[in-house]
């Protein structure tokens, strides 16, 4: 499963995932790779947490390898994070490692990912009325039932992520009119009949 592809994809191991399955530090790290460099208060203001908290954890994600210092942001005292990849890549062993605070974290990382997945949709519902007509053209939630073989989801997947990733490089820069960053989540999961 990957949350991203691309050059600065992160390849979690069963050290590194520790370190980012809780909540709040997938939270924190999903807001450095969409809004940019950060300190832990602006953080934690608009995560409705602790700079306390949120200090604490933006240091956890450091000491893995997932946040790193952006000094060029600060003034004085200030400490900016920002994060060093923009996106992980999820081994489906991990989820079968013989320790189970491993396998433990493995679930809790997976379920975090669908809640973020949940909450982005949720809020596009809530807000969509605040979008131009072209935006709320331009946007998509679909599903297909179809009956394939595992090689042939495999396939699906590999293909959906190719034509994803095609629109990463033919991205233009944020300075284009009309430019957003844009959420594709793709979910290929099979489902039994009665």
């Known amino acids: 499963m990957n949350e991203e592809q691309g050059p600065q994809v992160h390849s979690l191991d069963a050290r590194s995932l520790r370190g980012l399955a809780h909540p709040l530090r997938m939270r924190l790290l999903k807001e450095l790779r969409h809004g940019g460099p950060a300190t832990a208060s602006q953080l934690a203001s608009k995560l409705g947490e602790s700079s306390g ?14 946040v790193e210092d952006a000094p060029e942001h600060g ?6 994070w920002r994060a060093v ?3 992980v890549r999820f081994d489906e062993a991990l989820l079968k490692n013989q320790n189970p605070e491993v396998r433990g974290a493995a679930d ?13 949709l949720a809020t596009w519902l809530g807000t969509r009325d605040d979008w131009s007509k072209a935006w709320n053209r331009s946007s998509d939630m ?8 595992p090689d ?12 994803v990733e095609s629109y990463r490089t033919s991205s233009p820069d944020n300075s284009t009119p009309n430019t ?6 793709t979910h290929v999961i099979p489902t039994h009949t009665d």
């Open 53 to 66: 908290a949120t200090s604490y954890h933006l240091r956890q994600l450091a000491s893995h390898g997932f």
């Open 75 to 80: 003034k004085g005292r200030e400490r900016w």
């Open 85 to 87: 990849h923009m996106g």
């Open 108 to 120: 809790l990382f997976l379920h975090e990912v669908a809640n973020h997945h949940t909450q982005e």
């Open 142 to 149: 679909s599903d297909w039932t179809l009956s394939l073989t």
């Open 152 to 163: 042939l989801a495999l396939e699906l997947i590999n293909k959906m992520h190719d034509l």
């Open 180 to 185: 957003e960053q844009v959420r594709v989540h």
